[in-house]
């Protein structure tokens, strides 16, 4: 198994920048992609973005690709999404999840293996 504890959302107003952490325990040797997904009110999961750990890939949301940045440090076992230029459509809480199998969809949450309890990310206009 593979815990995941995210920390770092909050309240911040437009335009502002949030940086949110993901810490990878248990059995982290197995992993093969993490991922961010947010969900906001009534709306589905969706996904944000995505990279390799084993892998050097990166994959973004259109919506975020110039504005969120994911990178990784294998040695802490974290990964981290720095998010600037914030908007009020970006509301909503954000999850990390792990893929334990290799070659998956990385887009899509069935994807996914394990995921954390999330972290509110609110945006205020």
């Known amino acids: 198994q593979v815990q995941l504890v995210e920390s770092g959302g909050g309240l911040v107003q437009a335009g502002g920048s949030l940086r949110l952490s993901c810490a990878a325990s248990g059995r982290t040797f197995s992993i093969y992609d993490m991922g961010w997904f947010r969900q906001a009110p009534g709306k589905e999961r969706e996904f944000v973005t995505a990279?390799?750990?084993?892998?050097?890939?990166?994959a973004y949301k259109d919506s975020v690709k110039d504005r969120f940045t994911i990178s990784r440090d294998n040695a802490k076992n974290t990964v981290y999404l720095q998010m600037n230029s914030l908007k009020p459509e970006d509301t909503a809480v954000y999850h990390c999840?792990?893929?334990?199998?290799?070659?998956?969809?990385?887009?899509?949450?069935?994807?996914?293996?394990?995921w954390g309890q999330g972290t509110q990310v609110t945006v205020s206009s």
């Open positions: 990279v390799g750990w084993k892998s050097s890939y990166t």
């Open positions: 999840a792990v893929t334990m199998v290799p070659y998956q969809d990385y887009r899509k949450t069935s994807s996914y293996n394990y």
